[in-house]
């Protein structure tokens, strides 16, 4: 991994093996990155893709193997009730046939390699647990 600062924002390159969202995580915690957007483009493999189902309240999570471009990665970063790092993403991605498929990123290794733009927000977002939808949704009240 490499990045570099550029004035509030940051530009970070993942590189072939990272997987995605572990390596955003920890690079984030070691920032102190608390509250954040981000985006970004690359390649992907090995990518598990998840679709929620609000009646069921669960993730229906599938595998795709193959090599993919990343079209698009539009995410954030957030603190969890324990003070943990969370980074969550949705994703696009796009195969040799031309062929498209998108949902939460649940895991992915680089292909070759994800460019992607973090823009610190200042203070803190934190996620509490929602009752009426089963997720860990932001809580925005002032603190």
Same mark, same amino acid.
């Given at each position: 991994?490499?990045?570099?600062?550029?004035?509030?924002?940051?530009?970070?390159?993942?590189?072939?093996?990272?997987?995605?969202?572990?390596?955003?995580?920890?690079?984030?915690?070691?920032?102190?990155?608390?509250?954040?957007?981000?985006?970004?483009?690359? +390649? *992907?493999?090995? !990518?598990?893709?998840?679709?929620?189902?609000? /009646?069921?309240?669960?993730?229906? %999570?599938?595998? &795709?193997? =193959?090599?993919?471009?990343?079209?698009?990665?539009?995410?954030?970063?957030?603190?969890?009730?324990?003070?943990?790092?969370?980074?969550?993403?949705?994703?696009?991605?796009?195969?040799?046939?031309?062929?498209?498929?998108?949902?939460?990123?649940?895991? +992915? *290794?680089?292909? !070759?390699?994800?460019?992607?733009?973090?823009? /610190?927000?200042?203070?803190?977002? %934190?996620?509490? &647990?929602? =009752?009426?939808?089963?997720?860990?949704?932001?809580?925005?009240?002032?603190?």
């Amino acid at each position: 991994m490499e990045w570099r600062q550029m004035g509030e924002t940051y530009t970070v390159r993942l590189e072939r093996g990272d997987e995605v969202i572990g390596s955003l995580t920890e690079w984030a915690k070691g920032r102190g990155i608390t509250a954040a957007s981000m985006v970004g483009i690359g +390649a *992907l493999e090995q !990518v598990e893709l998840g679709y929620y189902e609000l /009646p069921t309240r669960t993730y229906h %999570r599938h595998t &795709f193997p =193959e090599d993919y471009e990343l079209l698009n990665l539009t995410g954030n970063v957030s603190l969890l009730e324990d003070g943990e790092t969370f980074v969550h993403a949705h994703v696009t991605i796009g195969g040799s046939d031309y062929s498209t498929k998108g949902g939460h990123l649940f895991s +992915a *290794l680089v292909a !070759v390699t994800v460019e992607v733009v973090v823009t /610190p927000l200042p203070g803190q977002i %934190r996620r509490a &647990f929602d =009752e009426a939808c089963g997720l860990k949704l932001w809580t925005l009240a002032a603190e």
